[in-house]
């Protein structure tokens, strides 16, 4: 079935450092969603890509969806403490686009 | 309400038991999802409704789990004689509708312990 990967697993950088987590996708993605998970907390949406290519930003964050559509990428400049959490990607599947398959997850941690 | 509400919000029972967790979407939204997050993993999906459609259940892991969904209103998720691999924390999400590009509104999830 389909699959997404995640990596890393883990992070832990000091403060002010860059970040980046990698989703990697076994099919083509009709689009992929990226989640915040705080320690204690739900998921909370940030973003959603759909187009072969598509980067946008949020503040220090910059969201990449490859050319393929089978990967994104997560990148987090100067990173701070409130970043930490867990980063999850999520795709779907042309034709069931409602059913996301969620990655394993980034957690990041960052020292003050 | 303003958000997705989940009760309860903890569950501790005997291996044996059945238990049910509640799910009361955002207002408006058509779709609804559970979700499954073991201990330091990811979200394992496990069903998703979206109006008065079949649901997909192709996420749940055995015959011993269940749900239901009135309308576009509450959701039920049963899981029948709870075993100790049932122990997670039962997330529920809903989005204004089955397409792909609406976000999925988490509640805050139900943490179940099987003793």
């Known amino acids: 079935g389909q699959q997404v990967m995640q990596i890393p697993q883990y992070q832990h950088v000091q403060e002010g450092e860059d970040f980046t987590t990698y989703c990697n996708s076994s099919t083509t993605l009709s689009n992929i969603q990226w989640y915040k998970q705080r320690p204690g907390g739900h998921p909370v949406f940030l973003i959603q890509?759909?187009?072969?290519?598509e980067v946008k930003k949020q503040k220090r964050l910059t969201f990449q969806f490859g050319e393929a559509k089978k990967n994104s990428s997560l990148h987090i400049t100067a990173t701070q403490t409130t970043d930490v959490g867990t980063y999850f990607c999520?795709?779907?599947?042309?034709?069931?686009?409602?059913?996301?398959?969620f990655g394993q997850g980034t957690t990041l941690q960052v020292k003050p | 309400g303003a958000g997705v509400s989940q009760s309860p919000s903890n569950k501790v029972t005997e291996k044996g038991k059945d238990v049910e967790l509640r799910c009361d979407p955002i207002s408006g939204h058509t779709a609804l999802y559970w979700y499954r997050q073991r201990l330091g993993q990811g979200l394992e999906f496990l069903i998703y409704?979206?109006?008065?459609?079949?649901?997909?259940k192709s996420g749940l892991p055995s015959d011993r789990f269940s749900a239901e969904r009135t309308g576009e209103s509450v959701s039920t998720l049963t899981i029948q004689r709870t075993q100790q691999e049932d122990s997670a924390v039962y997330l529920c999400?809903?989005?204004?509708?089955?397409?792909?590009?609406?976000?999925?509104?988490f509640g805050d999830g139900t943490r179940l312990s099987i003793l």
């Open positions: 409704f979206q109006g008065n459609s079949a649901p997909d």
């Open positions: 890509l759909v187009k072969s290519g």
């Open positions: 999400a809903s989005s204004l509708e089955l397409r792909g590009g609406q976000p999925q509104h």
């Open positions: 999520a795709g779907s599947r042309a034709g069931n686009t409602g059913k996301l398959i």
